[in-house]
């Protein structure tokens, strides 16, 4: 396509949506993009870049800045409260230039944001909720009609009103738990390089994850998580918040001083999250990226990582093909070969981990350890975690030039 013919609306300034943005400005599209809140802003507490994420930020030429606020994580380890280890990962099993990075969504947003020079007319209270038969127009829920575009994608997150233009879900429903957050000071907090969860059976489940600062906060921070049946956050916040205070504690008598510091259950966000599958990511002048094509559960932590590398596709695909369809049709072949897996496990794996049924939780105690350290399927749960599984045994392969970098990251604390 011509560069002066290509104008594109990217519906939604989460990650995927501003890696959009970034990706498609630099190759020239006109960029316009429309966010449903009246200000922008990253919503959640902290999570966990994989290699594979850190990669896309490495190609965009974003990795200093990630590194320069980010906590780099090198272990997974989550035991019960009598102390039996459940799940011990360290990335240097499947190679020793690897790790995880922790930040904070405030960072990884201001990182992004600082890198598309058109954040300034971002359309604020714009929800859009159609596109025209064409496809080359965007109608918002106040009846404003846009356009007209060449390509109009969807970032529209796991509640996207877009996904139904594509056509029925395979899957669409809520997962019956969510989860507690909230960002706490990093303190003497031991494990800075380190994932660390406790669980007891499938009810419980606390995690604590170092993320490091932002631009406009130096404190390092540690991410903190509650998991908890969506149907009962009404009933948490009656009980209140020092009777789950004494709760946390009694299971893990660790995070007692970083838990001490909350008073009110204001200060802890609620998440609910969502399973999607669908049949197509594609519609014409339509493309799905991010939670809007494939929302799963947050238990291979892999919604941020699977955000940017839809962005980076979608700009490879638009490069190597000169329809606008046959690009997407490129684009959804290739990532949905990718994220299948991840939805697979994502599905069957949260019942271990988010859940009443004690009897799986058991099994996992005894069993997940043990599997983690056998030869053969180490490398394969390895591979999961850092987001390099492509199929059932097939092998997302970082480029060399991205692993010699991250060698020169050794001594990243």
């Not at 013919?5 to 959009?20: E, F, H, L």
């Not at 380890?77 to 790790?99: E, K, N, W």
């Not at 504690?249 to 009110?264: F, Q, S, Y």
Request: hydrophobic share 45%; charged share 25%; aromatic share 8%.
């Amino acid at each position: 396509m011509p560069t002066s013919s290509r104008r594109v609306a990217i519906a939604g300034y989460g990650t995927a949506g501003q890696a959009c943005a970034i990706l498609l400005a630099r190759d020239g599209w006109s960029v316009d993009v429309f966010e449903q809140a009246p200000a922008t802003g990253p919503v959640g507490a902290g999570f966990l870049l994989q290699p594979v994420g850190l990669q896309v930020l490495w190609e965009m030429g974003l990795l200093d800045a990630a590194l320069a606020h980010g906590r780099r994580i090198d272990r997974l380890y989550g035991d019960t409260p009598r102390g039996r280890a459940v799940m011990d990962m360290r990335y240097g099993g499947l190679d020793a230039r690897l790790f995880g990075l922790g930040m904070q969504r405030g960072a990884l947003f201001a990182m992004l944001d600082h890198a598309w020079p058109g954040r300034e007319t971002i359309r604020l209270g714009h929800r859009i909720i159609a596109v025209s038969v064409d496809g080359r127009h965007v109608r918002d829920e106040q009846g404003r009609e846009h356009g007209p575009y060449d390509l109009v994608i969807a970032a529209d997150g796991s509640a996207s009103r877009l996904r139904a233009v594509v056509g029925k879900a395979r899957l669409d429903a809520p997962y019956p738990w969510g989860a507690l957050w909230c960002l706490l000071d990093e303190g003497d907090w031991p494990h800075v390089n380190e994932l660390r969860q406790r669980y007891r059976a499938a009810r419980r489940m606390i995690g604590m994850l170092p993320v490091g600062t932002r631009p406009d906060d130096p404190v390092p921070r540690v991410s903190f998580f509650w998991s908890l049946r969506a149907d009962r956050f009404g009933r948490w916040q009656d009980e209140g918040i020092a009777t789950w205070r004494n709760e946390v504690v009694a299971l893990w008598p660790e995070v007692a001083p970083h838990v001490g510091t909350i008073g009110d259950c204001a200060q802890l966000a609620r998440a609910r999250y969502r399973d999607v599958v669908l049949r197509d990511w594609h519609r014409g002048r339509l493309v799905l990226v991010g939670d809007a094509a494939h929302a799963m559960s947050p238990q291979l932590g892999q919604g941020v990582n699977m955000a940017l590398l839809d962005a980076l596709a979608l700009r490879d695909a638009l490069r190597t093909h000169g329809h606008i369809e046959a690009a997407l049709a490129a684009y959804q072949h290739e990532r949905r070969r990718h994220v299948r897996i991840y939805q697979f496990w994502s599905r069957w794996l949260t019942p271990l981990f988010q859940s009443e049924r004690d009897v799986l939780a058991g099994l996992r105690d005894l069993a997940f350890a043990p599997m983690g350290r056998l030869p053969g399927s180490r490398g394969q749960m390895l591979h999961v975690l850092s987001g390099t599984r492509l199929g059932a045994f097939g092998r997302l392969r970082l480029p060399p030039a991205f692993l010699a970098e991250l060698g020169k990251c050794a001594s990243l604390g």
